[in-house]
Nanobody, 125 residues
Framework: QVQLVESGGGLVQAGGSLRLSCVASGHTFSTFAMAWFRQAPGKEREFVAAISRDGVTAQYGVSVSGRCTISKDNAKNTLYLQINSLKRDDTAVYYC??????????????????WGQGTQVTVSS
């Protein structure tokens, strides 16, 4: 069973940057399509970014487009999310998600069957 563990969240001032990490257990990370989602209090889960299993194809949600970069290091079993120019609206719990054995799974949460526990990102003004 694959396990995902996120880290890198915290309190940051508006305009700042963060890099989130998601480490996967197991030896088949290179076969996982992956993504980041987020959920703010009282709101539905929102798509942030997705990446293909080879790290070549990426897609971003509208709210973060131009401020985010998703990347995947198959040698380190790690998924990253770099977020720049943070806004208060970016405050949320950020989750990484995986879908084994597919090339790319896109921006729908239903396409992913493995989730991390989340990491809190809080942006202050």
């Amino acid at each position: 069973q694959v396990q995902l563990v996120e880290s890198g969240g915290g309190l940051v001032q508006a305009g700042g940057s963060l890099r989130l990490s998601c480490v996967a257990s197991g030896h088949t990370f290179s076969t996982f399509a992956m993504a980041w989602f987020r959920q703010a209090p009282g709101k539905e889960r929102e798509f942030v970014a997705a990446i293909s299993r080879d790290g070549v194809t990426a897609q971003y949600g509208v709210s973060v487009s131009g401020r985010c970069t998703i990347s995947k290091d198959n040698a380190k079993n790690t998924l990253y999310l770099q977020i720049n120019s943070l806004k208060r609206d970016d405050t949320a719990v950020y989750y990484c998600a995986a879908r084994p054995s597919v090339k790319y799974a896109g921006g729908f949460s239903e396409n992913y069957n493995t989730w991390g526990q989340g990491t809190q990102v809080t942006v202050s003004s």
